[in-house]
């Protein structure tokens, strides 16, 4: 099924002078029998300026993926708050990313985790600096991509929160980066452990 509010086309024409060319954009939910959920803003379209790059900007984007029925959802939800892709058609499809947002598990009793996110990949080899404006229901959202130099840059990572009410806490802030020399470099910051028991704390760590 695909979904569409009202007073919003699922496909429409976007012209944005001559920095962006002719794209479509509006907003689309999928449901997949409760099993997968995903509903979002989006704008793709083609951009000339520098030579020949396909835009993509997603905003306010919502997924699901586990079980919704009459008892509630069981699995995991995300969250997009923004994400902009620029692909070079003229080099073999290298593109620049940059995205963040959220996930957690829902419906499951005595258990929470989840986190923020982020996501920054630049194989362009040069500086960039590009606002993607995409329609939404009540006016637009800006997503940024911006890289302020050519290094290339592969990294991800964010705040992860595992919680086992009165037995276990864990929390963090992990970064991954993949290095030129094809190793990932692995940084753990603010690590936090805690195991309890009977509102007694056995162990603190962080």
Request: net charge negative; proline share 2%; no cysteine.
């Amino acid at each position: 099924d695909i979904a569409v509010p009202a007073g919003v086309t699922d496909v429409a024409l976007q012209l944005s002078g001559n920095t962006m060319g002719p794209g479509i954009s509006g907003f689309i939910q999928v449901d997949l029998g409760g099993s997968l959920i995903v509903s979002g803003n989006y704008l793709l379209a083609y951009d000339g300026t520098d030579g020949n790059k396909l835009v993509l900007g997603i905003a306010d984007a919502k997924a699901f993926m586990g079980v919704d029925n009459a008892d509630g959802r069981i699995g995991v939800e995300a969250s997009i708050d923004g994400l902009g892709l620029l692909i070079d058609l003229d080099n073999g499809g290298a593109f620049a990313m940059s995205g963040s947002g959220a996930v957690s598990l829902v419906g499951l009793d005595g258990l929470s985790a989840g986190g923020t996110l982020y996501a920054e990949v630049n194989q362009l080899g040069t500086r960039i600096d590009k606002t993607i404006t995409i329609p939404t229901t009540t006016g637009s959202t800006d997503v940024n991509l911006t890289f302020a130099d050519g290094t290339d840059v592969f990294r991800f990572g964010g705040d992860i929160t595992f919680s086992i009410p009165d037995l276990l806490d864990v929390g963090g802030t992990v970064d991954f980066a993949l290095l030129p020399s094809g190793r990932v470099e692995v940084a753990i910051t603010d690590a936090n452990i805690t195991v309890s028991a009977f509102e007694f704390e056995f162990l603190s760590l962080g």
